[in-house]
């Protein structure tokens, strides 16, 4: 008997046993999560990041022929040495065939309730059938200070990869 043979069997036994438990297997739905860093405000001392002022735009592209819903939230990133930070409420966002939409600051906000105040950094959280990946690209700017120098000082500019994910 050579080894795979002795496995075969061993693997049918396990699943006639899960179902005589009266366990149901159920399907797993694949999602491509696609997770953008957002900084958003002022930061008047150095901690997470340098004293400065941060605005973020997250651009989510559908490629697609068809009509594509994904699902986003937010999630605020704290220090190891407090408690984690808020996660937002999941909402829909459809998107048309090769539609576009930028997410941005004011955006990311009102997805807490109440909205999110002060200086904030964390996730852009986009979850979308695995079938339909987005084109996601994020933008971070910043400055020396609000208001004072309106010029750009930085900006960074990359493209957000996804991830395979199991939904709950």
């Not at 399907?27 to 491509?32: C, E, F, I, V």
């Not at 900084?39 to 990041?49: F, I, K, N, T, Y």
């Not at 493209?159 to 395979?164: K, S, T």
């Amino acid at each position: 008997m050579t080894l795979k043979s002795r496995w075969i069997p061993v693997a049918g036994i396990a699943l006639a046993v899960l179902g005589s438990q009266g366990m149901e297997v159920q399907a797993q739905t694949t999602l491509l999560s696609y997770a953008a860093k957002f900084a958003c405000g002022s930061r008047g001392v150095d901690s997470s990041v340098v004293v400065g002022f941060y605005e973020t735009s997250v651009n989510l592209h559908n490629p697609h022929f068809r009509q594509v819903t994904a699902q986003k939230k937010a999630v605020i990133a704290r220090p190891q040495s407090v408690p984690p930070g808020p996660i937002s409420k999941l909402v829909e966002e459809p998107f048309q065939p090769d539609g576009a939409v930028g997410v941005n600051c004011k955006d990311i906000r009102a997805l807490f309730s109440p909205a999110a105040t002060g200086f904030i950094e964390g996730f852009l959280v986009v979850y979308v059938p695995h079938e339909t990946p987005l084109d996601v690209t994020d933008v971070i700017t910043a400055r020396h200070r609000a208001g004072t120098d309106p010029d750009v000082e930085s900006i960074n500019v990359y493209e957000v990869h996804p991830q395979q994910v199991i939904a709950p």
